[in-house]
């Protein structure tokens, strides 16, 4: 049934192709079908058939609607645009911006015919020219159609003027220096009376106040008075049947109108008070019983809270707010919630007057009006009704959906660490949080609250005892069981002897092998991770110092882990049988309490592993007892890992000197607790040091670990290669024990990283490398860190330098930036200095990258470059 | 930029029409149009009409069996875009006289014009029928 290649009728075929499409049962079916036409019509290309091109258009369409490639097709698009007639350019155009778009070459041979277009005499094609390049064009056809559609503007027919103005607008986005080109014409363009003109001309004005201030400027000079004028025409009009909905004349130039005087009197008062009086009509005289009335009721309440209004605009726009919020429609309840969000920076107080309607809500059925009110919720929070409203959510969080828990979860732990002046208060709601919704509690989060309890003598039993009943009762939340069975390990005997009671507290009875059995519970469960089991294992160490009658049972628990496929946890039962069994005499000392951990430091670091890279935070050089400065090591250290140094024991401060391992991201506990996971960096060729450090820390006065302890037979890969891997000095002074024989490798003087440039949303840092022998050479490892919310996309990274230095630029790791620092984009640049030791290193970067699809700029120079590159 | 795309889709959740104003690869069009559907797909009729996806807002709005979804910035006005599927809805019908699911597919890419007359890249050119159906009943006629 080739029915493509009929010859007779020219659109039954089409028709036919839809008709056996929608009859196929199964996707397999639909692929063949789809593949027969194509085949069909890629022949028919072939032959250079002229009479069913256009046909063939079509169907490629409805093909690519389906979301089938239909890349052949695009050279034949170009072949119809050509044509002479009329119905073939059309369907020529509509494909051209279908199935193309600007990234492709293709396009550039379309920018001849375009132009012929728009010199046409017939008025519908030039429509059709300027439609397809207001949809598609580039920077550079941008640049070579400007002057036609500059003319066009000047049209006589309103629909070509229309056009015209709306395909300016995409010239301007490509090419934001053209804006001035288009300004007098724009606000020319206000004086018209069709709407369609008028709509078209006010978002141009709208984009070129965005591309240029110099537009901004003329624009708030000579197009309010007109903007005025349409706003007032169009809401004092009497009954227009075209524009009409529901009684109201076209909302949506009412709308663009708005928009563009919010634009326009952002931040300048007079403009602010030249359209006070207009704003108050429309927002006492707009109808809001329909939904057309209410968007220009909620565009706007937008304008007034933009700009700098009068109080009495004010209290207007947030009663209108209020009425919407009270409105039983759901729409109306929704862009309400998403207005009071910016209405709370103008307006705080009038905002708190609806905190029971917003906490109502937190709980709607409905998400998107969920995610609203929870994030105006968070907002409003503050010191006064911080408790109340942590409680309602808390009170929710039980009975919330599992989608929304993430969200709900995240923002209650910000608000409950953001007003924590109540140390028992923020325990106790990290206890409920955990407890309801642990497995959606973020790393950090629970990170920081250890060191808050660390930190809180006088609370640990408290928590060590709240956690407990809590495990009790709500096991399967693995951040509970986490911080519960570290605590557990830390402050066992308060458990079990009720130490520092509390008043609010009743007194439980908890026997040592009580607190063993907890924790053993979760060392055997299947469904708990590494991580979890991993500080099992730590707590049940630190449990048999604590408890030595239970000794011998954990001994066994540890043991029974020797054989286990995981290789991190076999490795540290062997080590930790061994331990309690062969050195009695440093067990005590060894398994003793963890210092206070440091919250000033912990806090710095966690805020600044947020917004700033993995190699800031790493490759600031550390210094070592002996007081020698180290050298980075360009270690890509995750940027969850702030309580690396807790201990000292990270591994990564070590000199590697093989390409470095990197450790997996999130595991900061392992290396809290100086366990690295061997199976998460690369088997053989770069070993993991923490490994080493532990296996040093089991050697000490022993005997050497290749040799094994009798316990086992079995030597776990890896060691045999770590052992040449030097000793973190730190470690070795902490068990005095080996002395040092680290030497740092020679030439590699260290340079501080340096913070190169940093703006609102984008922060770079640069940290540098020398190659020993070779002062004059620099490789700088740059490392960009996104600190907007939103992600970045194509980000270019460029650089330029002075003559006397040479500068080459590695590919970067990535082009995209993701939001908030989540993290980040390296990129390493070998600079060659000629005049080493007599210039500075100096650099002027720029660096472009598109947010949401539009193209931003930022550019620095780069000065403070450490003293000797 | 307003409005990133225009889909129809019905109830089966196949697309009967796609129209995008930013380049997205045909796999990314596939994910998203599959993501946004179920989402949408899954809601109430009590429900707002108005559904947050990755970085954008969409807007929908249910006509018999065939769902109109508008995908738009974050900051644009979410009750005007509702309005503006309700006028291209209405456009249609004055053409096809009660529009259903087949006219669109069988006359897609006169509902492309129509959509053409009604929106560049991105933002809203004309909101009055008579202007949108002008110039494709002047093709008919020629025709």
């Given at each position: 049934m080739d029915l493509a290649i009929n010859p007779f009728s020219s659109w039954h075929p089409l028709r036919d192709m839809i008709r056996s499409i929608r009859a196929c049962k199964t996707a397999a079916e639909e692929r063949a079908v789809v593949r027969r036409e194509c085949a069909a019509i890629r022949a028919a290309i072939s032959e250079g058939d002229q009479d069913y091109r256009h046909r063939n258009m079509a169907k490629l369409m409805f093909i690519h609607m389906l979301g089938y490639p239909t890349h052949f097709g695009q050279m034949e698009c170009l072949k119809l645009i050509a044509a002479a007639g009329f119905p073939e350019k059309r369907i020529g155009?509509?494909?051209?911006?279908?199935?193309?778009?600007?990234?492709?070459?293709?396009?550039?041979?379309?920018?001849?015919?375009?132009?012929?277009?728009?010199?046409?005499?017939?008025?519908?094609?030039?429509?059709?020219?300027?439609?397809?390049?207001?949809?598609?064009?580039?920077?550079?056809?941008?640049?070579?159609?400007?002057?036609?559609?500059?003319?066009?503007?000047?049209?006589?027919?309103?629909?070509?003027?229309?056009?015209?103005?709306?395909?300016?607008?995409?010239?301007?986005?490509?090419?934001?220096?053209?804006?001035?080109?288009?300004?007098?014409?724009?606000?020319?363009?206000?004086?018209?009376?069709?709407?369609?003109?008028?709509?078209?001309?006010?978002?141009?004005?709208?984009?070129?106040?965005?591309?240029?201030?110099?537009?901004?400027?003329?624009?708030?000079?000579n197009s309010l008075e007109g903007l005025v004028r349409i706003l007032r025409d169009v809401s004092n009009s009497s009954y227009a049947p075209e524009y009409d909905v529901a009684g109201i004349t076209d909302p949506f130039l009412h709308i663009r109108v708005l928009k563009l005087m919010r634009t326009l009197s952002q931040g300048d008062a007079d403009c602010s008070e030249y359209i006070n009086d207009i704003l108050a009509q429309v927002a006492t005289k707009t109808e809001s019983n329909k939904n057309a009335g209410n968007a220009i009721l909620y565009e706007c309440v937008e304008t007034i809270m933009g700009i700098e209004a009068t109080s009495g605009l004010r209290v207007l726009a947030i009663n209108i707010l209020g009425r919407f919020l009270s409105n039983r429609d759901n729409n109306i309840r929704y862009v309400a919630l998403n207005m009071l969000m910016k209405a709370i920076a103008v307006d705080t107080q009038a905002v708190q007057r609806h905190r029971a309607t917003i906490l109502e809500c937190v709980k709607d059925a409905d998400v998107s009006i969920r995610k609203r009110a929870l994030e105006l919720v968070y907002l409003l929070v503050n010191d006064t009704n911080?408790?109340?409203?942590?409680?309602?959510?808390?009170?929710?969080?039980?009975?919330?959906?599992?989608?929304?828990?993430?969200?709900?979860?995240?923002?209650?732990?910000?608000?409950?660490?953001?007003?924590?002046?109540?140390?028992?208060?923020?325990?106790?709601?990290?206890?409920?949080?955990?407890?309801?919704?642990?497995?959606?509690?973020?790393?950090?989060?629970?990170?920081?609250?250890?060191?808050?309890?660390?930190?809180?003598?006088?609370?640990?039993?408290?928590?060590?005892?709240?956690?407990?009943?809590?495990?009790?009762?709500?096991?399967?939340?693995?951040?509970?069981?986490?911080?519960?069975?570290?605590?557990?390990?830390?402050?066992?005997?308060?458990?079990?002897?009720?130490?520092?009671?509390?008043?609010?507290?009743?007194?439980?009875?908890?026997?040592?092998?009580?607190?063993?059995?907890?924790?053993?519970?979760?060392?055997?469960?299947?469904?708990?991770?590494?991580?979890?089991?991993?500080?099992?294992?730590?707590?049940?160490?630190?449990?048999?110092?604590?408890?030595?009658?239970?000794?011998?049972?954990?001994?066994?628990?540890?043991?029974?882990?020797?054989?286990?496929?995981?290789?991190?946890?076999?490795?540290?039962?062997?080590?930790?049988?061994?331990?309690?069994?062969?050195?009695?005499?440093?067990?005590?000392?060894?398994?003793?309490?963890?210092?206070?951990?440091?919250?000033?430091?912990?806090?710095?670091?966690?805020?600044?592993?947020?917004?700033?890279?993995?190699?800031?935070?790493?490759?600031?050089?550390?210094?070592?007892?002996?007081?020698?400065?180290?050298?980075?090591?360009?270690?890509?250290?995750?940027?969850?890992?702030?309580?690396?140094?807790?201990?000292?024991?990270?591994?990564?401060?070590?000199?590697?000197?093989?390409?470095?391992?990197?450790?997996?991201?999130?595991?900061?506990?392992?290396?809290?607790?100086?366990?690295?996971?061997?199976?998460?960096?690369?088997?053989?060729?770069?070993?993991?040091?923490?490994?080493?450090?532990l296996m040093d820390l089991l050697s000490i006065g022993s005997t050497p670990v290749q040799n094994g302890p009798p316990t086992s037979n079995f030597i776990p890969p890896g060691i045999a290669e770590t052992k040449p891997v030097p000793v973190t000095p730190q470690v070795v002074d902490l068990l005095d024990g080996l002395s040092s024989s680290t030497s740092l490798p020679d030439g590699n003087a260290a340079y501080p990283t340096i913070t190169a440039f940093q703006s609102a949303t984008l922060r770079i840092t640069f940290s540098f490398k020398k190659q020993p022998g070779k002062p004059q050479e620099t490789t700088i490892n740059a490392t960009f860190t996104n600190l907007a919310t939103t992600t970045f996309t194509d980000f270019v990274f460029q650089a330029a330098v002075p003559k006397f230095i040479q500068l080459r630029l590695d590919p970067a790791s990535s082009s995209t930036l993701p939001a908030s620092g989540n993290g980040s984009v390296t990129q390493s640049l070998s600079v060659t200095n000629n005049q080493h030791g007599q210039k500075p290193l100096a650099m002027r970067i720029r660096m472009s990258y598109k947010v949401n699809g539009e193209d931003r700029l930022e550019q620095g120079q780069v000065s403070n470059f450490p003293a000797g590159l | 930029m307003t409005i990133r795309f225009v889909l129809f889709v019905n109830k089966q959740g196949q697309t009967r029409l796609a129209q995008y104003y930013e380049h997205l690869s045909l796999d990314e069009r596939r994910a998203l149009e599959g993501e946004i559907v179920r989402k949408c797909l899954a809601r109430t009729d009590q429900q707002c009409s108005f559904v947050e996806h990755r970085n954008y807002k969409v807007v929908y709005r249910r006509y018999a069996s065939l769902f109109f979804l508008v995908g738009v910035d974050n900051d644009e006005n979410e009750l005007a875009i509702l309005e503006f599927i309700h006028l291209l809805v209405e456009t249609m019908d004055r053409h096809f006289g009660n529009v259903c699911e087949l006219d669109i597919m069988f006359h897609l890419e006169k509902v492309h014009f129509m959509l053409e007359e009604m929106v560049m890249n991105g933002c809203i050119v004309e909101t009055s029928k008579q202007n949108i159906l002008a110039p494709i009943q002047l093709m008919e006629k020629a025709s």
């Open positions: 155009y509509l494909g051209l911006m279908l199935l193309l778009d600007e990234r492709q070459e293709v396009l550039m041979l379309v920018t001849n015919s375009l132009k012929q277009d728009l010199n046409h005499s017939n008025q519908f094609i030039v429509g059709l020219a300027l439609c397809a390049l207001g949809n598609i064009c580039s920077a550079e056809m941008a640049r070579d159609l400007a002057p036609e559609v500059e003319r066009l503007l000047q049209n006589r027919d309103p629909n070509t003027k229309k056009k015209a103005a709306l395909c300016s607008i995409r010239i301007v986005r490509k090419v934001p220096d053209l804006a001035e080109n288009f300004m007098g014409a724009a606000a020319s363009l206000l004086k018209e009376k069709h709407h369609g003109v008028l709509i078209s001309a006010v978002q141009l004005c709208t984009e070129l106040c965005k591309a240029s201030t110099e537009a901004l400027e003329y624009l708030r000079k911080v408790k109340p409203l942590t409680k309602e959510l808390v009170d929710y969080l039980e009975v919330s959906d599992q989608d929304f828990k993430d969200d709900l979860t995240a923002k209650i732990c910000s608000i409950v660490e953001k007003f924590s002046q109540d140390k028992l208060w923020y325990l106790d709601q990290m206890f409920r949080v955990l407890s309801l919704a642990g497995n959606h509690v973020k790393d950090d989060v629970w990170h920081a609250l250890i060191v808050l309890i660390s930190n809180a003598s006088e609370l640990q039993g408290y928590s060590v005892r709240s956690l407990y009943k809590a495990l009790q009762a709500c096991g399967e939340q693995e951040s509970l069981v986490r911080v519960a069975v570290w605590c557990i390990g830390e402050y066992g005997e308060m458990l079990v002897n009720n130490v520092s009671m509390l008043d609010i507290e009743e007194p439980i009875t908890v026997t040592e092998s009580d607190a063993v059995d907890a924790v053993e519970v979760y060392l055997k469960r299947y469904s708990a991770d590494v991580t979890t089991r991993a500080m099992c294992l730590v707590s049940l160490l630190k449990l048999s110092s604590r408890f030595p009658p239970t000794s011998e049972r954990i001994k066994e628990i540890v043991a029974q882990n020797k054989g286990n496929t995981v290789l991190e946890l076999q490795q540290r039962s062997i080590e930790f049988s061994s331990i309690i069994q062969r050195h009695q005499s440093i067990k005590s000392s060894l398994l003793e309490r963890m210092p206070v951990l440091d919250e000033a430091n912990y806090l710095v670091k966690r805020a600044a592993s947020m917004q700033a890279t993995v190699s800031s935070v790493k490759s600031a050089p550390a210094v070592t007892p002996g007081g020698q400065l180290k050298l980075p090591n360009g270690v890509a250290k995750p940027p969850a890992a702030p309580l690396a140094d807790l201990l000292d024991l990270s591994s990564d401060d070590t000199p590697v000197t093989t390409s470095a391992p990197t450790t997996a991201p999130n595991d900061f506990l392992q290396d809290l607790l100086g366990i690295g996971l061997i199976d998460s960096s690369p088997a053989g060729g770069a070993p993991s040091t923490s490994t080493d450090i | -």
